[in-house]
């Protein structure tokens, strides 16, 4: 195992994670695009499902967070037997996670689809997408997990290709389902259903040749239950805060914002955030190992090339927000009006790039030592303030869409700057799990 931290190490553990993620998050780039050719509506309910659905992935976090810290921690301290126990125990609880996720968007697609304020045909289209991807997406749960477990051994190489693959497999199946068999937004939840079908079993063929998970005892569900707790939890509250975000600010301005915001974390952060998530990856799997083997010294230099990479790619991110946002946008809206509010949101959400890199590297630091926790609270009320602010931004004070996006941005700065200030201040190093 690396030991010291490399620029070259980094780079190398960080860009298959890089990729992994954002081949992942392609799903909804893919699917903006194809479904683009059928109407507004199906992009604005795309646009609405993206919330639901991180909502939904909070199950899956409960687990695939719960698993990374031990496996990182155990792999350093090379104790593969308990690395084993993790992984068998990891598995049957993302069984039980996929299965929940299946049936809450299959017979809770109605209630969802009300829940977001969306209405007429734009509401029909979402409450089609949500069933289908209900049934077929049983194996959207496992995805996560298989991440979590070769990126906190060191491998990013194989999840990487896993995700490529699927990545192709949902492309082809999007314009087999959407236009040969003409099954419109239906279609693009199948492709994305299967898609996934296909990789998990192949994901699962790979790791039970690695570690097979019969001949193992388990590890106690209750400790990877309360080490992913908090940052499920966590996840629940982000996206919540966007679902109420859409029913009191963004529907009442039409479907043309919620294109806007569809276009927005699908197409651009779809693509930046993944960059950022590769280091934050990256620095967690290291993190992890370095505190496992005793290895305390090489930390500091971990952290301080983590934050120069970050803020790199956040600057970069920031100038193709800033100037090329309208012609990447202009690529998946066929709506003049769409086009004008995805733009707007790409110029001001441009001005946060840097501080999302930062803060993701910072997150990747304080759950790499399983430091979940406080994570939590250095994330929740601040995503909560979104609410208030946005509603004031956008309604009080007369901006629109513009003051969404700049309480967006508003809340990011805080939250950067504390977690920034959490890694300085050390405690996470004497986390013991």
Known sequence: MQQSTTYQYLIWLALPSIFSALFNNLYRLIDQYFVQWLSAEAQAALGASTFILISGYALFTLVSAGVAPFIARYTGSKEEQKVHRVIKTGCILMLMAG?????????????????????????????????????????????????AI???????????????????????????????????????????????WVVVCIGFFILHKEFPLSYHQLFPFKKILKMGFPVAMGTILYSGVYWMLMYICISPLGDSVHVALGLGFSVLEGVSYPLYSGVMMAVSSIIGRQLGSGNHIALDATIKKGAVLSFSLGTMAMLVFLFAGQEICSQFTQSEDALEQAVLYAQILAFSQIFVAMEAMSEGVLSGSGDNKRLFWLSAPFNLLRVPLAYGMCFGLGMHAAGIWWAINISTYIKCCIKCHAVYKGKWRTITL
Do not use: C, H
């Not at 977001?116 to 997990?145: C, H, R």
């Open 99 to 147: 299965l929940l996720f299946s049936l809450i968007l299959s017979f809770g697609a109605p209630y969802l689809t009300e829940s977001v304020g969306l209405q007429g045909k734009s509401a029909q289209e979402l409450n089609t997408y949500l069933f289908w991807l209900g049934i077929a997406g049983t194996s959207i749960a496992f995805g996560p997990l298989l991440d």
């Open 150 to 196: 070769w990126i906190a051994r060191g491998d990013t190489q194989t999840p990487m290709k896993l995700q490529l693959l699927s990545t192709a497999l949902n492309i082809i199946l999007n314009w087999i389902f959407i236009f040969a068999l003409n099954l419109g937004i239906m279609g693009a939840a199948l492709a994305s259903g299967i898609s996934r």
